[in-house]
């Protein structure tokens, strides 16, 4: 194409600058095929059914579902598929951050100075929720300031929009079509009105991210109104944030574990690795649990050799009984952590290591 571009310019400027003329065409061939790339690379739905017909039988489901017709005209008014959302879903991460970079970003000067801030503000309601549903204040706060930065950023997308959108494609559509379902029934059980409802392009919703599912499993109207509002009302949001740790096995008496200090020796290292190593890790949320060890009491840490990480003696447990397990998210030379129940509850929020971890080292400094 280009060639045959050349040959026609250099017929039609014979007098003129050959070189110009060569350029333009090179520079709109370029263009050409951008263009060519950009609408070959479109993300559009895959499903051979029309929108309108898939969205019609998609109606009458809900309408057996309890859903009124007046929020069904509400919702999905001139809505159509939203292409970024397709786009999202279907990209592959790229995880090129280190355990250290994660770390460091989601527990920085700056988040760690505006949670204090935060707590502040809203202490008056962060408290008295977080006493009433028996989980730290500032673990639910930790959750909110990695989840929307404290509120500040729930998404933009329109969660009946991008839902529509997600079951409608057919990759994951019976998943997302469950989550359309709800995130109506919300709708129709008036806790927020049909434009104030946005969040994540995946769905997940207000300022703790909780997908439509989750909402009625977890969400708490934690100032008796009636509505349970994780978009404007902290009040909500901190009781179903605590709500949510609490159902999953919350222990208000305990933390979420602490850094330990190890035998310098690296050897030694891998000989306690490879003595507490669990071969069968749970099934829920295995991807992070398969790189925790076998639980061990405190005590039997301390006989193992692993202390605190001043050198001081692991804590002495009367009352109570602590397991823990052996967490070293950045291998055999990084930091080592010993985790314990509350730490599993909070990769029921998130199944990520470094996501629990940042949420706990985090708590730590918002003390």
């Known amino acids: 194409m280009v060639i045959k571009n050349i040959i026609i310019l250099i017929q039609k400027?014979?007098?003129?600058?050959?070189?110009?003329?060569?350029?333009l065409s090179f520079i709109s061939t370029i263009l050409s095929f951008t263009f060519f790339v950009a609408h070959a690379q479109r993300q559009v739905p895959d499903n051979p059914v029309p929108f309108d017909a898939?969205?019609?039988?998609?109606?009458?489901?809900?309408?057996?579902e309890g859903i009124s017709d007046q929020i069904l005209d509400a919702a999905f008014k001139d809505l159509t598929p939203n292409e970024k959302v397709v786009e999202l879903d279907r990209r592959q991460p790229e995880f090129t951050q280190t355990a250290e970079q994660y770390l460091e970003r989601r527990v920085s000067p700056l988040r760690i100075k505006n949670g204090r801030s935060k707590m502040a503000e809203f202490a008056e309601v962060l408290n008295p929720s977080a006493r009433d549903i028996a989980v730290q204040k500032r673990f639910i706060a930790a959750i909110w300031g990695m989840e929307t930065n404290y509120g500040t950023y729930t998404g933009n997308f329109n969660i009946v929009r991008?839902?529509?959108?997600?079951?409608?494609?057919?990759?994951?559509?019976?998943?997302?079509?469950?989550?359309?379902?709800?995130?109506?029934?919300?709708l129709e059980e008036g806790h927020i009105a049909p434009d104030k409802m946005i969040g994540s392009w995946a769905g997940a919703m207000g300022q703790g991210q909780f997908m439509p599912t989750s909402f009625f499993a977890y969400a708490y109207d934690m100032d008796g109104d009636g509505r349970k509002d994780i978009w404007t009302n902290e009040a909500d949001v901190f009781g179903s944030i605590g709500n949510y740790l609490s159902v999953h096995g919350w222990r208000p008496d305990q933390t979420w574990g602490r850094e330990v200090k190890l035998p310098d020796d690296i050897g030694e290292r891998q000989a306690l690795v490879d003595?507490?190593?669990?071969?069968?890790?749970?099934?829920?949320c295995k991807r992070a649990l398969k790189d925790?060890?076998?639980?061990?009491?405190?005590?039997?840490w301390q006989e193992m050799g692993v202390r605190n990480l001043d050198g001081s003696d692991l804590p002495k447990v009367t009352n109570t009984n602590?397991?823990?397990?052996?967490?070293?998210?950045?291998?055999?030379?990084?930091?080592?952590?010993l985790t314990y129940?509350?730490?599993?509850?909070?990769?029921?929020?998130?199944c990520s290591n470094l996501y629990a971890l940042g949420v706990s080292l985090l708590s730590d400094e918002l003390k």
């Open 13 to 23: 400027y014979k007098g003129r600058s050959l070189i110009r003329a060569i350029f």
């Open 54 to 64: 898939w969205l019609e039988e998609f109606k009458a489901e809900a309408r057996t």
């Open 162 to 186: 991008s839902l529509m959108t997600l079951a409608y494609d057919m990759r994951r559509s019976a998943f997302f079509r469950k989550e359309l379902l709800k995130a109506l029934t919300i």
């Open 275 to 284: 003595l507490t190593h669990e071969p069968n890790p749970p099934r829920s």
């Open 292 to 300: 925790h060890s076998k639980k061990y009491s405190l005590d039997e």
């Open 322 to 337: 602590i397991e823990a397990t052996l967490l070293m998210p950045m291998g055999i030379e990084g930091p080592a952590y």
């Open 341 to 350: 129940q509350n730490f599993r509850s909070i990769l029921t929020y998130n």
